[in-house]
């Protein structure tokens, strides 16, 4: 079992930069790839970016592309997203989701962590 516990969320204005973060525990290969996803009021849960386990591959949602970054530190089994010039449509809850396997076999994520609500004033 993987338990993944976000933290980072806030309130912020357009324009401003958030870090999110994601501790891991549990079997590390079940974390080999770390994704993030977001949920708007009344939308469809949607990607964000996900990395795999050497941070040599990524990607990234057009809508986000240019203005958010992740990243990981195997060491402290903590995933980042970094989000710089944040727009108010960026407003959604942010999940974070692991999986294991290779990064470039599509499988679904199997392991969620329960939320962190990010709110971009404008």
């Known amino acids: 079992q993987v338990q993944l516990v976000e933290s980072g969320g806030g309130l912020v204005q357009a324009g401003g930069s958030l870090r999110l973060s994601c501790a891991a525990s549990g079997r590390k290969v079940g974390y080999n790839v770390m994704g993030w996803f977001r949920q708007a009021p009344g939308k469809e849960r949607e990607f964000v970016s996900v990395?795999?386990?050497?941070?040599?591959?990524?990607s990234y949602a057009d809508s986000v592309k240019g203005r958010f970054t992740i990243s990981r530190d195997n060491a402290k089994n903590t995933v980042y997203l970094q989000m710089n010039s944040l727009k108010p449509e960026d407003t959604a809850v942010y999940y974070c989701a692991a999986r294991g396997g290779s990064y470039y076999v599509t499988r679904p994520y199997e392991y969620w962590g329960q939320g962190t609500q990010v709110t971009v004033s404008s």
């Open positions: 990395i795999s386990w050497s941070s040599s591959s990524t």
